[in-house]
């Protein structure tokens, strides 16, 4: 049986407001988990969101009563609603209190007291499953459910196609991750009378795209350079070829969920029957030719006229 080798994904991209001392605990917290940059100001936490540099922030209630513009976290929650922002408790003193119920107002919901090895152990598996890639896990969950009773092969496409959807790449480097080449990938699928391979990379990328639209504070430009266009135009060309949509109708209509929806309808429910008996990974081999057996004579042929 084949082993399917994974790469290691990167380490989640944190960014914090801490004291000293938290630094130097969250980073050995996060070892191997992921990697911190530790800002001073919301000013810092805002340009690494913007530049798509942070999966998740921690902010400390020690470090509150340090920053006079802390209120100011509410634009953090605000513009980025699907980048977690969390409450770190690691003292308390007459000042908590106050601190938890500002970071509250700013529409924090998580707090990890880590006064105890147990809050180490629970924000380093929180902030891990910001690497655990949620949005590729719906997807593919999202795409099979479409297709019940899926082969092996198809399975496999359905991981591979969202994991390289959410980085640059194209059609050869999905075909270099299940191992066959190109040429014949596209044959198995025109041959199957499905969709193809580029044109489903393609709506695989545009549900990324539309999870970044999913923050107000991102911009298109900025959105188009997270997925590798060389342009906020080229971006929506490739959106108006794609969908005959521009880049802020394709804002305005489409987040993750029904982004994903819209591949579903297009590309996947109107091929069920084929895609339920498709496996991209196994060639169909011609029936053998059927040998007479030695010993039985062969039928005699009509003597020429």
């Known amino acids: 049986m084949t082993e399917w080798r994974r790469a290691q994904p990167p380490l989640s991209a944190i960014t914090t407001m801490l004291t000293p001392d938290e630094q130097m605990r969250v980073d050995a917290a996060g070892s191997g ?45 605000r513009e980025f609603p699907q980048v977690p922002t969390v409450a770190l408790l690691s003292q308390v003193d007459r000042g908590t209190a106050r601190a938890v119920l500002t970071l509250g107002q700013c529409g924090i919901r998580t707090l990890v007291d880590v006064r105890e090895p147990t ?114 135009q080229s971006f929506g060309r490739h959106l108006r070829h794609a969908l005959g949509l521009t880049a802020q109708q394709f804002r305005d209509r489409y987040d993750a969920r029904g982004m994903l929806q819209r591949l579903s309808d297009d590309l996947v429910v109107p091929y069920r029957q084929a895609w339920a008996t498709f496996d991209p990974l196994v060639n169909r081999r011609r029936s053998p030719r059927v ?15």
């Open 33 to 77: 988990v992921f990697a911190t940059t530790h800002r001073t100001s919301v000013d810092d936490v805002l340009r690494d969101l913007r530049l798509c540099r942070a999966r998740a922030v921690v902010v400390s209630t020690a470090f509150c009563r340090e920053v006079p513009d802390i209120s100011r976290v509410a634009r953090v929650v």
């Open 119 to 232: 809050g180490w152990r629970e924000l380093r598996n929180l902030l891990a499953r910001e690497r655990s890639t949620d949005l590729q896990h719906l997807a593919v969950a999202h795409l099979l459910g479409e297709v019940p009773g899926a082969r092996p092969g198809m399975r496999r496409f359905a991981e591979v196609l969202f994991d390289h959807a959410a980085r640059p790449g194209g059609v050869s480097d999905l075909a270099e991750a299940l191992q066959v080449l190109p040429s014949t990938m596209m044959s198995r699928f025109f041959r199957a009378a499905l969709p193809p391979p580029r044109r489903l990379l393609t709506y695989a990328r545009l549900v990324f795209a539309a999870h970044w639209f999913e923050n107000p504070g991102l911009s298109i430009s900025r959105v188009a350079t997270q997925m590798d266009y060389s342009s906020a």
């Open 291 to 305: 040998r007479p057996e030695e010993g039985v004579p062969r039928p005699r042929q009509p003597a020429p006229g």
